[in-house]
């Protein structure tokens, strides 16, 4: 059915300040000093800062299917292909890190996809059904051993896991040649 309404894509260099403007707006202003990430489908941003604009904003192509897509061959990805991974996202992300380095002292540091709600759920994280309010954590020891978990199983073995969708662990399948075989968004 036609709405006749048309849809812009929003580009990533707006996305990462109206994210950053959504979690003041949630956490308000007795929050503080603020650090936003978002890793979405295509991308990765990341917005910090005190005001209702961050001082700090950056929309990056290292979204989880992107990178999933890109650089796995093989399911579960190969120890090699998770560090070349690594490695690459390391050198991608070493400019910002410098950056971000200044905003350690956030008082809040918040996760707003899909991607961080799973991570915290398969860490221990309250499930969605508790309610938006519920303070979820994921912690960096949690992450490192979920990513050590996950990155041995199969997509079909992750989307068994409570807390992950089908629907999101068959990013990992599929085609998943080097190159770009699919257009890039």
């Not at 894509?9 to 007795?30: C, I, K, N, Q």
């Not at 971000?100 to 994280?125: C, I, K, M, N, P």
């Not at 960096?140 to 990513?147: E, H, N, S, T, Y």
């Amino acid at each position: 059915m036609e709405t006749g309404v048309v849809v812009h894509l929003l580009p990533g260099d707006d996305e990462a300040p109206y994210t950053f403007l959504a979690v003041r707006r949630w956490y308000g202003w007795s929050a503080g000093r603020l650090l936003v990430l978002d890793v979405g489908v295509g991308s990765l941003e990341l917005g910090a800062g005190r005001d209702e604009h961050p001082d700090l904003a950056a929309s990056l192509l290292l979204g989880a299917s992107r990178l999933t897509r890109e650089w796995f061959t093989s399911d579960p990805p190969s120890r090699q292909e998770m560090t070349a991974l690594g490695e690459q996202l390391n050198a991608e992300l070493a400019p910002l890190a410098r950056q971000v380095h200044e905003y350690r002292d956030a008082e809040l540091t918040v996760g707003t996809s899909r991607t961080f709600r799973s991570l915290a759920r398969l860490t221990g994280a309250a499930p969605s059904s508790a309610g938006p309010r519920v303070r979820r954590v994921l912690t960096d020891a949690g992450l490192r051993q979920l990513v050590a978990f996950i990155s041995r199983m199969s997509s079909r073995d992750l989307g068994e896991l409570e807390g992950v969708s089908p629907g999101r662990a068959a990013h990992r399948s599929g085609n998943r040649v080097r190159g770009r075989t699919r257009p890039r968004w």
